[in-house]
Protein backbone atom coordinates (compact mmCIF):
# COMPACT_ATOMS: atom_id res chain seq x y z
CA UNK A 1 0.00 0.00 0.00
CA UNK A 2 0.91 3.64 0.02
CA UNK A 3 1.87 5.55 2.83
CA UNK A 4 3.19 8.51 3.92
CA UNK A 5 5.07 8.68 7.64
CA UNK A 6 5.83 12.07 9.37
CA UNK A 7 5.70 12.91 13.13
CA UNK A 8 2.67 14.13 14.90
CA UNK A 9 3.85 16.88 16.70
CA UNK A 10 7.21 18.62 17.36
CA UNK A 11 8.40 21.23 19.80
CA UNK A 12 10.91 23.74 19.02
CA UNK A 13 12.32 27.35 20.69
CA UNK A 14 11.85 30.78 18.79
CA UNK A 15 15.39 31.50 16.61
CA UNK A 16 16.25 27.56 16.63
CA UNK A 17 16.18 25.31 13.82
CA UNK A 18 13.96 22.56 13.16
CA UNK A 19 14.17 19.46 10.39
CA UNK A 20 10.81 17.68 9.82
CA UNK A 21 11.42 14.30 7.99
CA UNK A 22 9.15 12.70 5.87
CA UNK A 23 9.04 8.90 4.50
CA UNK A 24 7.25 7.49 1.68
CA UNK A 25 6.50 4.03 -0.38
CA UNK A 26 4.19 4.71 -2.98
CA UNK A 27 3.55 3.47 -6.03
CA UNK A 28 5.82 5.63 -8.84
CA UNK A 29 6.59 9.22 -7.72
CA UNK A 30 6.12 12.08 -9.10
CA UNK A 31 7.78 14.41 -6.84
CA UNK A 32 6.72 15.82 -3.65
CA UNK A 33 5.23 18.74 -1.91
CA UNK A 34 5.20 20.61 1.78
CA UNK A 35 2.51 22.39 2.83
CA UNK A 36 2.22 25.18 5.51
CA UNK A 37 -1.09 25.18 7.26
CA UNK A 38 -2.24 27.51 9.85
CA UNK A 39 -6.04 26.40 11.67
CA UNK A 40 -8.73 27.10 9.65
CA UNK A 41 -6.73 28.37 6.39
CA UNK A 42 -6.10 27.07 3.15
CA UNK A 43 -2.57 24.82 3.19
CA UNK A 44 0.19 27.56 1.41
CA UNK A 45 3.17 25.84 -1.07
CA UNK A 46 6.48 26.11 0.38
CA UNK A 47 8.22 23.65 -1.44
CA UNK A 48 8.53 20.71 -4.63
CA UNK A 49 11.17 18.44 -5.07
CA UNK A 50 11.15 16.04 -7.74
CA UNK A 51 15.36 15.33 -8.33
CA UNK A 52 17.65 14.36 -5.56
CA UNK A 53 19.05 17.48 -3.08
CA UNK A 54 18.58 20.00 -0.95
CA UNK A 55 16.37 23.45 -2.17
CA UNK A 56 16.82 26.80 -0.45
CA UNK A 57 13.94 29.25 -0.58
CA UNK A 58 14.87 31.72 2.34
CA UNK A 59 14.54 30.20 5.91
CA UNK A 60 12.87 27.15 4.63
CA UNK A 61 14.70 24.45 2.85
CA UNK A 62 13.82 21.16 1.34
CA UNK A 63 15.82 17.91 0.74
CA UNK A 64 14.73 14.82 -1.17
CA UNK A 65 16.42 10.97 -1.73
CA UNK A 66 14.43 9.42 -3.85
CA UNK A 67 16.87 5.99 -3.35
CA UNK A 68 15.49 5.97 0.21
CA UNK A 69 12.17 7.21 0.10
CA UNK A 70 12.86 10.38 2.60
CA UNK A 71 12.36 14.21 2.38
CA UNK A 72 12.79 16.73 5.19
CA UNK A 73 11.51 20.29 5.80
CA UNK A 74 14.56 22.50 7.58
CA UNK A 75 12.67 25.74 9.18
CA UNK A 76 15.45 28.02 10.39
CA UNK A 77 15.67 31.14 12.46
CA UNK A 78 12.05 30.09 13.80
CA UNK A 79 9.58 32.89 14.89
CA UNK A 80 6.02 32.38 16.63
CA UNK A 81 4.67 32.36 13.01
CA UNK A 82 6.01 29.31 12.62
CA UNK A 83 3.59 27.56 14.56
CA UNK A 84 1.41 25.84 12.00
CA UNK A 85 0.76 22.42 10.60
CA UNK A 86 3.21 21.12 8.16
CA UNK A 87 1.96 18.74 5.32
CA UNK A 88 4.41 16.20 3.19
CA UNK A 89 2.54 14.86 -0.09
CA UNK A 90 3.71 12.68 -2.97
CA UNK A 91 2.40 12.31 -6.48
CA UNK A 92 2.07 8.70 -7.14
CA UNK A 93 2.85 7.52 -11.12
CA UNK A 94 -1.18 8.05 -11.46
CA UNK A 95 -0.47 11.97 -10.72
CA UNK A 96 -2.20 11.05 -7.07
CA UNK A 97 -1.74 13.30 -4.28
CA UNK A 98 -1.21 10.96 -1.41
CA UNK A 99 -0.87 12.89 1.98
CA UNK A 100 1.07 12.78 5.36
CA UNK A 101 -1.40 13.14 8.15
CA UNK A 102 0.96 16.61 8.99
CA UNK A 103 3.20 17.53 11.52
CA UNK A 104 2.11 19.80 14.48
CA UNK A 105 5.09 22.49 15.13
CA UNK A 106 4.77 24.56 18.63
CA UNK A 107 6.99 27.03 18.71
CA UNK A 108 7.96 28.47 22.18
CA UNK A 109 9.62 32.04 23.35
CA UNK B 1 -6.48 7.58 10.46
CA UNK B 2 -9.80 9.17 8.05
CA UNK B 3 -9.65 8.65 4.71
CA UNK B 4 -11.24 10.94 2.06
CA UNK B 5 -11.78 9.69 -1.03
CA UNK B 6 -12.13 11.58 -4.31
CA UNK B 7 -13.52 10.84 -8.05
CA UNK B 8 -12.41 10.80 -10.54
CA UNK B 9 -8.79 10.52 -10.51
CA UNK B 10 -8.89 12.33 -13.81
CA UNK B 11 -10.91 13.30 -16.02
CA UNK B 12 -10.51 14.65 -19.86
CA UNK B 13 -13.82 16.29 -21.65
CA UNK B 14 -14.58 18.24 -24.30
CA UNK B 15 -15.34 22.04 -24.32
CA UNK B 16 -18.94 22.89 -22.71
CA UNK B 17 -19.69 19.39 -20.76
CA UNK B 18 -20.17 19.36 -17.57
CA UNK B 19 -17.99 17.11 -15.46
CA UNK B 20 -18.55 16.14 -11.58
CA UNK B 21 -16.19 15.38 -9.29
CA UNK B 22 -16.94 13.42 -5.78
CA UNK B 23 -15.60 13.73 -2.48
CA UNK B 24 -16.14 11.03 -0.15
CA UNK B 25 -15.43 10.63 3.91
CA UNK B 26 -14.95 7.05 4.30
CA UNK B 27 -14.70 6.87 8.01
CA UNK B 28 -15.97 9.92 9.75
CA UNK B 29 -18.75 12.40 9.17
CA UNK B 30 -17.66 15.37 7.60
CA UNK B 31 -19.54 18.29 8.81
CA UNK B 32 -17.37 20.57 6.91
CA UNK B 33 -16.05 19.85 3.12
CA UNK B 34 -13.21 21.95 1.51
CA UNK B 35 -12.84 22.61 -2.14
CA UNK B 36 -9.44 23.63 -4.03
CA UNK B 37 -7.81 24.28 -6.81
CA UNK B 38 -4.18 24.03 -7.38
CA UNK B 39 -2.38 25.34 -10.42
CA UNK B 40 1.72 23.80 -11.04
CA UNK B 41 3.73 24.39 -7.76
CA UNK B 42 1.55 27.23 -6.59
CA UNK B 43 -0.37 27.28 -3.32
CA UNK B 44 -4.05 25.42 -3.30
CA UNK B 45 -6.95 27.89 -3.94
CA UNK B 46 -9.64 27.30 -1.22
CA UNK B 47 -12.88 28.08 -4.05
CA UNK B 48 -15.72 26.69 -1.50
CA UNK B 49 -16.52 25.93 2.30
CA UNK B 50 -19.79 23.60 1.93
CA UNK B 51 -21.34 22.49 5.21
CA UNK B 52 -23.60 19.61 5.43
CA UNK B 53 -27.07 20.31 4.46
CA UNK B 54 -26.71 24.24 3.41
CA UNK B 55 -25.45 26.14 0.84
CA UNK B 56 -21.57 26.93 -0.13
CA UNK B 57 -19.92 29.57 0.82
CA UNK B 58 -17.47 31.00 -2.10
CA UNK B 59 -14.01 32.83 -1.99
CA UNK B 60 -14.21 35.46 -4.05
CA UNK B 61 -13.74 35.44 -7.48
CA UNK B 62 -14.88 31.90 -7.62
CA UNK B 63 -18.38 31.89 -10.16
CA UNK B 64 -20.74 29.62 -7.95
CA UNK B 65 -22.53 29.57 -10.89
CA UNK B 66 -19.99 27.56 -12.80
CA UNK B 67 -18.75 25.29 -9.90
CA UNK B 68 -22.09 23.98 -8.12
CA UNK B 69 -21.41 22.43 -4.65
CA UNK B 70 -23.61 20.31 -3.28
CA UNK B 71 -23.36 18.35 0.55
CA UNK B 72 -25.97 16.39 1.02
CA UNK B 73 -25.06 14.27 3.47
CA UNK B 74 -22.42 14.26 6.19
CA UNK B 75 -20.36 11.61 3.95
CA UNK B 76 -20.56 13.04 0.70
CA UNK B 77 -19.66 16.43 -1.00
CA UNK B 78 -19.94 16.78 -4.37
CA UNK B 79 -18.32 19.90 -7.15
CA UNK B 80 -19.84 20.23 -11.01
CA UNK B 81 -17.82 22.09 -13.17
CA UNK B 82 -20.45 23.16 -15.40
CA UNK B 83 -19.82 24.20 -19.16
CA UNK B 84 -16.48 23.37 -18.60
CA UNK B 85 -13.70 25.33 -20.80
CA UNK B 86 -10.13 24.78 -21.53
CA UNK B 87 -9.21 27.35 -18.65
CA UNK B 88 -10.74 25.17 -16.23
CA UNK B 89 -8.08 22.44 -16.72
CA UNK B 90 -6.57 21.89 -12.70
CA UNK B 91 -6.21 19.60 -10.57
CA UNK B 92 -9.13 20.06 -7.75
CA UNK B 93 -8.70 18.48 -4.06
CA UNK B 94 -11.21 18.22 -1.63
CA UNK B 95 -11.02 18.22 1.81
CA UNK B 96 -12.97 17.01 4.93
CA UNK B 97 -13.38 18.07 8.83
CA UNK B 98 -15.08 16.04 11.15
CA UNK B 99 -16.15 19.48 13.65
CA UNK B 100 -14.61 22.38 14.50
CA UNK B 101 -12.19 24.90 13.02
CA UNK B 102 -9.29 23.62 15.03
CA UNK B 103 -9.74 19.80 13.80
CA UNK B 104 -7.45 18.33 11.13
CA UNK B 105 -8.49 18.34 7.74
CA UNK B 106 -7.89 14.85 5.96
CA UNK B 107 -7.43 15.22 2.07
CA UNK B 108 -8.51 13.39 -0.99
CA UNK B 109 -6.30 12.21 -3.44
CA UNK B 110 -6.98 14.99 -6.26
CA UNK B 111 -8.62 14.72 -9.55
CA UNK B 112 -6.99 16.04 -12.72
CA UNK B 113 -9.25 17.28 -15.09
CA UNK B 114 -8.64 18.66 -18.60
CA UNK B 115 -10.76 20.03 -20.65
CA UNK B 116 -10.17 20.05 -24.46
Known amino acids: GQNIDQPTEMTATEGAIVQINCTYQ??????LFWYQQHAGEAPTFLSY??LDGLEEKGRFSSFLSRSKGYSYLLLKELQMKDSASYLC??????????WGAGTKLIIKP | GAVVSQHPSRVICKSGTSVKIECRSL??????MFWYRQFPKKSLMLMAT?????????EQGVEKDKFLINHASLTLSTLTVTSAHPEDSSFYIC????????????FGSGTQLSVL
Open chain 1, 89 to 98: AVMDSNYQLI
Open chain 1, 49 to 50: NV
Open chain 2, 50 to 58: SNEGSKATY
Open chain 2, 27 to 32: DFQATT
Open chain 2, 95 to 106: SARMGTADEKLF
Open chain 1, 26 to 31: TSGFNG
